[in-house]
């Protein structure tokens, strides 16, 4: 599965997994979350934020820090949809045959290097990567 980024703007793009092209919506998210994206970067331990669709298909919709540019970005919105794909896949498994599923409202996941938050919403996936050694 491939991620092809399509250049919208200077700063900004969007991509998808499956190789499709989606149009920039970042011009219209809400100022709330331009807000929050704002505080999110001016934390010292954060190492960036990808911001993507849930799809089908998934596509970045925009991100931040070094760490998600080009195909390390790519590889990090593909990764973060499968935990969440699995995660949902575990939920639905501990159910049953119940309709009661619940929903993931945020996830951490700690590495000896690296903490990576998601948080996922409605049509969206937030994921936020920081230094947990940086105060």
Do not use: C, W
């Not at 994206?37 to 799809?55: A, C, D, E, N, Q």
Request: hydrophobic content about 35%.
């Amino acid at each position: 599965m491939s991620l092809k980024t399509i250049p919208t703007s200077a700063s900004r793009s969007s991509s998808t997994l499956e190789g499709q092209t989606t149009t920039n919506t970042a011009h219209l998210l809400p100022p709330e979350l331009e807000q929050t994206f704002s505080l999110l970067t001016s934390h010292r331990s954060v190492l960036g934020y990808i911001l993507l669709s849930r799809g089908p298909p998934v596509a970045i919709i925009r991100h931040s820090g070094v760490i998600f540019e080009g195909d390390q970005g790519r590889r990090y919105a593909h990764a973060t949809e499968r935990i969440v794909e699995s995660v949902h896949a575990g939920l639905e498994e501990i159910a049953g045959d119940t309709n009661d599923v619940d929903d993931i409202r945020f996830m951490r996941i700690r590495t000896r290097r690296h903490e990576l938050m998601i948080a996922p919403h409605g049509h969206y996936l937030l994921a936020v990567l920081h230094d947990p050694t940086v105060t």
